[in-house]
């Protein structure tokens, strides 16, 4: 069976259905996998051994298509749901499998903070779609392959730092996502280990402010990596300290534990770390000793005020994450690394 999965951005939304795609291969016999997504993405997926051909989306819309048309597919696996896939769907005329985004639900919660969303994680709601061809939820969590060419070398990383180090993701798609700069500021120069920021290019500049209190202990290394290698340092770090971003779940498929800070959006949405039920220690039937610790201000009323994010608060406080204490985060840091 030859199938297409469909998701074209983000890298964490991304890397959130990787688990339908080991699934997929190991459990339908001769399954064929191929995955759309946009041409920036790529890197993601290139290295997925479980993956047999990836297509790119960079312009043309059509030209994607008349591509996808010679592969003769047998199912397609919709895990975006947009306008685009729905056009692909139309264009490929073979049976399809969506994901329910659940739109209405989280209009419901962001605008009057009714919360009617399931108590599932996205992945288990991505995994309903191929249900339907006995593949169920292998418990392993999530994937995150990396070309050898990628690998940091030892010598990217300052000295200081190849015993071990913490890793602080201060970058995130839109603001309202982001821990404060004050605030990141505060908690590096309040932890007594060595430390790895991480982010983009455009956060190269922040990331050198915070590091100039103490460049021995903090190396800024956004906009020195491309994602694949930033992975890589998430990959390493002994504990990964990270906003609602593609790299919270890059550390949960490395397994690391994680400290995650949540501003306007929340983990009822369904996109906290996830790591599968095979890590989980299960004792009286629920999960104990989490890999993750969630910080987030509660009962704030304004709170979540969008799926995603802006590029400021709307109301111009940003108590949301305002409010979340350096101290608090830095104090849960220290009891991880203990039990580590």
Same mark, same amino acid.
């Given at each position: 069976?030859?199938f297409?999965?469909?998701?074209?951005?983000?890298i964490?939304?991304?890397?959130?259905?990787?688990?339908?795609?080991?699934?997929?291969?190991?459990?339908?016999p001769?399954?064929?996998i191929h995955?759309?997504?946009?041409?920036?993405?790529?890197q993601i997926?290139s290295?997925?051994?479980y993956?047999d051909?990836?297509?790119?989306?960079e312009q043309?819309?059509?030209?994607?298509i008349?591509?996808?048309k010679?592969?003769?597919f047998?199912?397609?696996?919709?895990?975006?749901?947009? *306008?685009?896939?729905?056009?692909?769907?139309?264009a490929?005329?073979?049976?399809?499998?969506?994901?329910?985004?659940?739109?209405?639900?989280?209009?419901?919660?962001?605008?009057?903070?009714? !919360?009617?969303?399931?108590? *599932?994680?996205?992945?288990?709601?991505y995994m309903?779609?191929?249900?339907?061809f006995g593949?169920? !939820?292998? %418990?392993?969590?999530l994937?995150? @392959?990396?070309?050898?060419?990628?690998?940091?070398?030892?010598?990217?990383?300052?000295?200081s730092?190849?015993?071990?180090?913490?890793?602080?993701?201060?970058?995130?798609?839109?603001?309202t996502?982001k821990?404060? @700069?004050?605030?990141?500021?505060?908690?590096?120069?309040?932890?007594?280990?060595?430390?790895?920021?991480l982010?983009?290019?455009?956060?190269?500049?922040?990331?050198? &402010?915070?590091?100039?209190?103490?460049?021995?202990?903090?190396?800024?290394?956004?906009?020195? @990596?491309?994602l694949?290698?930033?992975?890589?340092?998430?990959?390493?770090?002994?504990?990964?300290?990270?906003?609602?971003?593609?790299?919270?779940?890059?550390?949960?498929?490395?397994?690391?534990?994680?400290i995650?800070?949540?501003?306007?959006?929340?983990? $009822?949405?369904?996109m906290?770390?996830?790591? %599968?039920?095979? @890590?989980?220690?299960?004792?009286?039937?629920?999960?104990?000793?989490?890999?993750?610790?969630i910080i987030?201000?509660?009962?704030?009323?304004?709170?979540?005020?969008s799926?995603?994010?802006?590029?400021?608060?709307?109301?111009g406080?940003?108590?949301?994450?305002?409010?979340?204490?350096?101290?608090?985060?830095?104090? $849960?840091? $220290?009891? &991880? *690394?203990?039990?580590?």
């Amino acid at each position: 069976m030859k199938f297409l999965i469909i998701r074209f951005s983000s890298i964490g939304d991304i890397v959130l259905t990787t688990p339908v795609i080991r699934c997929i291969k190991k459990q339908v016999p001769d399954a064929e996998i191929h995955y759309l997504t946009k041409s920036t993405y790529l890197q993601i997926l290139s290295s997925n051994p479980y993956i047999d051909k990836v297509h790119f989306l960079e312009q043309s819309l059509l030209a994607v298509i008349k591509e996808l048309k010679r592969e003769n597919f047998d199912f397609i696996i919709d895990l975006h749901h947009n *306008l685009r896939s729905m056009k692909v769907k139309d264009a490929l005329k073979v049976k399809s499998y969506s994901y329910d985004k659940l739109n209405v639900r989280k209009w419901i919660y962001t605008n009057l903070k009714w !919360n009617l969303l399931p108590d *599932l994680h996205i992945v288990d709601r991505y995994m309903n779609t191929v249900s339907d061809f006995g593949v169920k !939820n292998d %418990g392993a969590g999530l994937d995150y @392959f990396i070309a050898k060419e990628d690998i940091i070398n030892e010598s990217d990383i300052p000295t200081s730092h190849s015993a071990g180090y913490i890793g602080v993701v201060i970058g995130a798609a839109l603001n309202t996502k982001k821990y404060p @700069f004050h605030h990141v500021k505060k908690l590096c120069e309040l932890l007594d280990h060595p430390i790895i920021l991480l982010g983009g290019l455009e956060d190269a500049d922040e990331g050198d &402010r915070i590091a100039a209190s103490d460049k021995i202990k903090i190396y800024n290394a956004c906009g020195k @990596f491309g994602l694949n290698e930033s992975a890589d340092l998430v990959r390493r770090a002994k504990l990964v300290v990270t906003n609602d971003t593609g790299l919270m779940h890059i550390a949960a498929a490395y397994k690391r534990p994680v400290i995650s800070l949540w501003g306007n959006t929340v983990p $009822q949405f369904g996109m906290y770390p996830y790591y %599968g039920s095979n @890590f989980l220690e299960r004792v009286d039937g629920a999960d104990k000793n989490l890999p993750y610790e969630i910080i987030e201000i509660k009962n704030l009323w304004c709170r979540p005020c969008s799926k995603i994010g802006y590029d400021v608060c709307p109301l111009g406080h940003f108590k949301c994450m305002e409010k979340i204490d350096p101290e608090k985060v830095v104090a $849960q840091i $220290q009891a &991880r *690394l203990s039990a580590i």
